[in-house]
């Protein structure tokens, strides 16, 4: 039953991953390519998303495979075979519980190492793309604005690197709005910036008094265009890229740091831990929900519809405890709570089914001892 259930569950992950990260990955590459960034930055951005992706299906795939493999079971007689060799409900849940253990630990790596390293990755990629004026003004045949009252267009970029039919606008001072046109441009590094080198251009001033235009040919001239883009440094003090450890032992001095509240902090610690009991409780409410019953030759969809909304009841409870653990970070305990009452929920359902298996198992031979048919 375990290794059914791994297989199942890599099924599964891999199905729910792909439809999540694919949805993600088209409206981000919708924006990267648009700001004309590479294939490969692309493909960087996508990857560094991908751990908090698996955390958000990884619940929802052993609650899949747990469902899936006990329906199987189920319908090829297997569970009733093991039924009718003296296993309980208890004994045979226990594959179903250290699948959810193994799945547990999976969620365990993911939030406390992998999520948090790829985000703190992920939010430094960002800022160094967001200061790449290469690739944001390398994108050829749209006006772009790369900052508040400045418009930069190009015709074409040849393989050399030239920059053909170049139009600048720089109306940063309403008064004396510019305009520079050049035929020929050159992106140039210099002194830790950029500057635009255009040739055999024309320059327009607009004199705001008088409304006269004076022009002006050049043979070349350069632009600073490091200012266009504002160096922003990424923050990385962020409760989401801070260790476990370091949430648990200062949480205060987290919180000063971040500039967000305790609420938060203690939110963010708690909700890493608690997303491993929610998975130890997805996969053993998928098994014990289907246990409960007699067989039927309609199979057992009643259990599975249970199975399933008590699920989404588990998750709507989440959501629920969020709200009072920000504003009162003493209330903490209650993010367990979901969890938990998962947990209690798996004890009722084979506590009651094994109650079920065992009056059937006295009524089946009471009437074997009076010589009734079974």
Same mark, same amino acid.
């Given at each position: 039953?375990?290794?059914?259930?791994?297989?199942?569950?890599?099924?599964?992950?891999?199905?729910?991953?792909?439809?999540?990260?694919?949805?993600?990955?088209?409206?981000?590459?919708?924006?990267?390519?648009?700001?004309?960034?590479?294939?490969?930055?692309?493909?960087?951005?996508?990857?560094?998303?991908? &751990?908090?992706?698996?955390?958000?299906?990884?619940?929802?795939?052993?609650?899949?495979?747990?469902?899936?493999?006990?329906?199987?079971?189920?319908?090829?007689?297997?569970?009733?075979?093991?039924?009718?060799?003296?296993?309980?409900?208890?004994?045979?849940?226990?594959?179903?519980?250290?699948?959810?253990?193994?799945?547990?630990?999976?969620?365990?790596?993911?939030?406390?190492?992998?999520?948090?390293?790829?985000?703190?990755?992920?939010?430094?990629?960002?800022?160094?793309?967001?200061?790449?004026?290469?690739?944001?003004?390398?994108?050829? !045949?749209?006006?772009?604005?790369?900052?508040?009252?400045?418009?930069?267009?190009?015709?074409?970029?040849?393989?050399?690197?030239?920059?053909?039919?170049?139009?600048?606008?720089?109306?940063?001072?309403?008064?004396?709005?510019?305009?520079?046109?050049?035929?020929?441009?050159?992106?140039?590094?210099?002194?830790?910036?950029?500057?635009?080198?255009?040739?055999?251009?024309?320059?327009?001033?607009?004199? !705001?008094?008088?409304?006269?235009?004076?022009?002006?040919?050049?043979?070349?001239?350069?632009?600073?265009?490091?200012?266009?883009?504002?160096?922003?440094?990424?923050?990385?003090?962020?409760?989401?890229?801070?260790?476990?450890?370091?949430?648990?032992?200062? &949480?205060?001095?987290?919180?000063?740091?971040?500039?967000?509240?305790?609420?938060?902090?203690?939110?963010?610690?708690?909700?890493?831990?608690?997303?491993?009991?929610?998975?130890?409780?997805?996969?053993?409410?998928?098994?014990?929900?289907?246990?409960?019953?007699?067989?039927?030759?309609?199979?057992?969809?009643?259990?599975?519809?249970?199975?399933?909304?008590?699920?989404?009841?588990?998750?709507?409870?989440? !959501?629920?405890?969020?709200?009072?653990?920000?504003?009162?970070?003493?209330?903490?305990?209650?993010?367990?709570?979901?969890?938990?009452?998962?947990?209690?929920?798996?004890?009722?359902?084979?506590?009651?089914?094994?109650?079920?298996?065992?009056?059937?198992?006295?009524?089946?031979?009471?009437?074997?001892?009076?010589?009734?048919?079974?």
């Amino acid at each position: 039953m375990l290794s059914q259930f791994m297989i199942l569950f890599g099924f599964f992950a891999l199905i729910l991953v792909a439809i999540f990260w694919i949805n993600k990955a088209v409206r981000m590459f919708d924006h990267l390519i648009s700001d004309g960034q590479s294939a490969w930055v692309f493909l960087e951005f996508t990857a560094l998303t991908l &751990p908090a992706v698996i955390a958000v299906v990884l619940p929802i795939a052993a609650f899949a495979a747990a469902v899936y493999v006990t329906n199987r079971l189920s319908t090829e007689n297997e569970l009733t075979v093991m039924q009718a060799t003296g296993y309980s409900h208890w004994r045979m849940a226990r594959p179903a519980a250290i699948f959810g253990l193994i799945v547990a630990l999976m969620m365990s790596i993911l939030t406390h190492v992998l999520v948090p390293a790829s985000a703190e990755k992920l939010r430094l990629r960002e800022a160094e793309v967001a200061r790449n004026l290469t690739a944001k003004l390398l994108t050829v !045949g749209e006006f772009l604005h790369p900052a508040s009252g400045v418009t930069f267009y190009i015709r074409s970029v040849t393989p050399e690197g030239e920059l053909q039919n170049v139009f600048l606008s720089d109306r940063r001072d309403p008064e004396n709005p510019i305009v520079y046109t050049s035929p020929r441009a050159y992106l140039v590094p210099q002194d830790g910036g950029t500057k635009l080198v255009m040739v055999s251009g024309l320059a327009q001033y607009l004199r !705001g008094d008088g409304d006269r235009l004076f022009t002006t040919h050049y043979d070349d001239f350069s632009y600073d265009i490091s200012s266009l883009i504002p160096e922003g440094v990424a923050n990385l003090d962020k409760v989401e890229f801070v260790p476990t450890a370091t949430l648990l032992a200062a &949480p205060e001095a987290v919180a000063e740091r971040t500039g967000a509240t305790l609420g938060q902090v203690v939110f963010e610690t708690h909700s890493r831990i608690s997303e491993a009991v929610i998975c130890v409780a997805a996969a053993l409410i998928g098994f014990a929900a289907l246990l409960l019953g007699t067989f039927s030759r309609f199979g057992v969809w009643w259990q599975i519809v249970t199975a399933f909304l008590l699920l989404v009841a588990i998750k709507l409870g989440e !959501g629920m405890v969020s709200g009072p653990v920000l504003a009162n970070p003493a209330l903490w305990p209650l993010m367990y709570l979901p969890g938990l009452v998962g947990l209690a929920t798996v004890a009722v359902l084979l506590f009651f089914g094994s109650r079920a298996l065992a009056l059937r198992r006295i009524l089946v031979l009471g009437r074997s001892a009076r010589g009734d048919p079974a």
